[in-house]
């Protein structure tokens, strides 16, 4: 037999079935009825590593590289080609590849997978939904695997989690679901955006994102009489015609549950004059998230002004497996060499997430996508304002994400006040209100709704680099580049305001950074003025 190349880190092992196995997984058999059930795998190419470190120090650097010229950091063209011929022989149907040639999405049958890279496929069943998955590592024949790093889908099983928590209703709130009165009262919650904005010093601006688009990664898209509803309640000057929808696959979309509005109402309350551009991918399967940021780089060039975007997703990194890391990474190092400032939100189960993406309870860890070096890292803050509008009290949120991660180095940036010694990658960078407790104002099928989360605090920041962006404009400075070599210098500054009382569980916040809230809570008027000098 030829020798082939395993790719060992694509996948997360699994004993022989029938078994129950470590996660609550329960494994059968593969049926023949399931044998002809198509699949999409990503394979990932490897981008030369020579430019591929040029890259990551321009980042680090607070560079920016033209769209245009992205596709010169991609993959060799003859490994693409040997790749893409290999697999049209064994009978896979390419999807889509990507002009850079690192990404080549793929679709067979359970039976072709398992014969053409020497996997055995079980039934996996998690949560009382079942996958076919591979039990143990793919492989490729070595002249096809040189060039590629990561084969991306095998287990689908394991996919993103949404970081959004609805509130139940109670003291005041109880009408909320009683059909009763739609005026809410002034700076309780569920917060409006205004009173949001006058929390972080965003109120008294001259500026609302005008020219500037944000882009959501996210499953699906909102209704628009959601939308609308939102809009007049809080009285902002947004219409439809500034919300884009894409349906990144071309599938059916499932029906809105509160993330995807959540996103864009906040996202579009605190940047009016932006337009928000909805990449709807169909699932939070890694494929497919892979395959929506894809997408989003690829529109870069006709896209300029799409210079921040919004994720309000992730898994813990132990559930993770490192090719998948891997090639997710490559696109967030692109979207930031681009000058696309990423904010993901870092979680809602605390220091210790269990996989679900609510329960703690799992080991201590950082959630990725937070945690990647190319983005910037969101946790979340418990907001208490007073009867004026001012900011009663701040603590970290319980659920605020946050920890080392396992799979990144310290970037060269991330030091300064209160960044302890170490040597790996720290989340998160920045924080915002997040407790549902103290939640938002959504208006979600056809009636207002208290939600929290870190996905609360990821659109709220990406709106806010919306007006940052805007604000460069007006004193004639080119767009944002990657924010976080910038705003760790303004730790301790006023340009934020440290939290330093609460836990996340295992970290405490504390003066300077901490591994719960990051370097703090934004001024943003002040933030203006720093990055406008």
């Not at 917060?191 to 001259?206: H, I, M, T």
């Not at 208490?384 to 396992?406: D, Q």
């Not at 979600?444 to 208290?450: A, D, E, H, S, V």
Request: hydrophobic fraction near 40%; aromatic fraction near 6%.
């Amino acid at each position: 037999m030829p020798e082939r190349k395993v790719f060992a880190d694509s996948i997360i092992p699994l004993p022989r079935q029938p078994v129950v196995a470590p996660l609550g997984l329960l494994l059968h058999d593969v049926q023949p009825e399931h044998r002809q059930e198509k699949m999409t795998l990503l394979f990932s190419l490897a981008p030369d590593e020579g430019a591929q470190r040029a890259l990551e120090q321009k980042v680090a650097r607070g560079e920016t590289v033209a769209p245009a010229d992205l596709q010169g950091y991609g993959a060799a063209q003859p490994r693409f080609d040997a790749l893409v011929s290999w697999l049209k022989d064994e009978g896979f149907e390419i999807v889509h590849t990507t002009p850079d040639r690192t990404s080549v999405y793929a679709q067979a049958t359970v039976d072709v997978i398992e014969k053409s890279l020497g996997v055995d496929m079980v039934r996996v069943t998690k949560d009382g939904i079942t996958w076919s998955a591979a039990r143990n590592a793919p492989s490729l024949p070595v002249d096809v695997g040189a060039g590629v790093h990561a084969i991306v889908g095998l287990q689908p099983f394991r996919h993103a989690n949404k970081h959004f928590r609805k509130a139940p209703p109670k003291g005041n709130n109880r009408e909320f679901t009683l059909g009763g009165p739609v005026t809410n009262i002034a700076n309780q919650p569920p917060y409006l955006v205004s009173e949001v904005l006058k929390a972080y010093g965003a109120d008294k601006l001259k500026v609302t994102g005008k020219g500037q688009k944000i882009a959501i990664l996210i499953d699906t898209v909102p209704e628009d009489a959601d939308l609308h509803g939102f809009w007049k309640h809080n009285g902002v000057d947004v219409t439809l015609s500034q919300v884009e929808k894409v349906n990144v696959g071309g599938g059916h979309l499932p029906p809105a549950e509160g993330e995807e509005t959540l996103d864009v109402e906040w996202s579009s309350g605190v940047a009016p004059g932006a337009t928000v551009r909805v990449y709807a991918c169909g699932s939070l399967s890694f494929v497919d998230l892979d395959r929506a940021l894809d997408r989003i780089i690829e529109d870069l060039p006709s896209q300029p002004t799409m210079r921040q975007l919004s994720i309000s997703l992730g898994l813990g990194e132990t559930f993770m497996s490192r090719d998948e890391v891997d090639a997710q990474h490559h696109k967030f190092l692109r979207l930031a060499a681009a000058g696309v400032n990423v904010f993901v939100s870092s979680g809602d189960a605390g220091s210790n997430p269990d996989g679900s993406g609510h329960g703690s309870g799992g080991p201590l860890q950082a959630e990725y996508e937070s945690s990647d070096p190319c983005v910037i890292g969101v946790g979340g803050t418990s907001l208490r304002l007073g009867p004026a509008g001012n900011v009663a009290a701040e603590v970290a949120w319980t659920g605020s994400g946050g920890g080392k991660s396992i799979f990144f180095a310290r970037p060269p940036w991330q030091k300064g006040n209160g960044v302890p010694h170490g040597s790996k990658r720290l989340v998160p960078d920045v924080s915002i209100t997040a407790d549902p407790d103290f939640g938002a104002f959504v208006w979600l099928q056809g009636k207002r709704q208290i939600i929290g989360g870190t996905s609360w605090s990821a659109p709220v920041w990406a709106g806010i680099c919306a007006l940052l962006n805007e604000a460069r404009q007006r004193a004639g400075k080119p767009p944002l580049p990657f924010l976080n070599p910038l705003l760790y210098p303004l730790n301790g500054s006023s340009c934020f305001r440290e939290i330093t009382q609460g836990t996340n569980g295992h970290y405490e916040a504390g003066p300077g950074y901490d591994p719960v809230t990051g370097i703090g809570v934004p001024n943003v008027q002040a933030l203006v003025q720093e990055l406008t000098k």
